[in-house]
């Protein structure tokens, strides 16, 4: 298989085991990961693989691999590139994933997403790579959202989350005082 996008037809096991292959043994996946700024654990979390798996593939390229994994990384790559290349120019580097804005932030992503729910921000859904969003954007709203004597943007997102964790019934609410 030649071409990484499907064309006029969907691709078969075959393929996908094929191109799965290849993109490990030529690289293509590392290069993606680091084209999306990912760490290794974090792509081998959406390959759904260890990342001792992950890294093993990244150090010896040619590492055999079982068909089902190559077929399901043959299967994610596609995806993946068909994404990016639907996105074209709007993806950049402007664009950071979303679990790395949770960590950034100092926060749960269940929390993140709840916001992301509420509507206090936008994100791009990139399918198999998951939730993205506008570093200007929540770097912005962190910034307005609790105003703090230095303008860090993380304290007053700590500060924001206290208030808005649900407390256990029954139980005192220590930040208050």
Not at 36 to 62: K, R, V
Request: charged share 25%; hydrophobic share 40%; with cysteine.
């Amino acid at each position: 298989m030649t071409s990484t996008l499907v064309e006029d037809h969907e691709p078969n096991r075959s393929d996908l085991v094929e191109l799965g292959r290849e993109a490990i043994r030529k690289g293509r996946l590392q290069r993606l990961r680091e084209k999306l700024g990912l760490s290794a654990n974090a792509m081998a979390e959406l390959l759904h693989t260890s990342a001792i798996t992950y890294i093993s593939w990244e150090i010896n390229p040619h590492t055999r691999v079982w068909p089902s994994t190559a077929q399901r990384v043959g299967a994610f790559y596609q995806a993946a590139m068909n994404e990016l290349t639907l996105m074209g120019r709007s993806f950049n580097n402007n664009l950071i994933p979303f679990h790395v804005v949770a960590t950034y932030c100092g926060l749960p992503h269940e929390v993140l997403l709840h916001w992301y729910r509420q509507g206090r921000f936008e994100a791009v859904d990139l399918g198999v790579l998951g939730l993205w969003v506008n570093r200007r954007e929540i770097e912005d709203k962190l910034k307005r959202s609790v105003p703090t004597s230095d303008n860090n943007p993380l304290l007053g997102m700590r500060k924001m989350v206290k208030r808005d964790r649900p407390t256990a019934p029954g139980s005192v609410d220590r930040s208050a005082s």
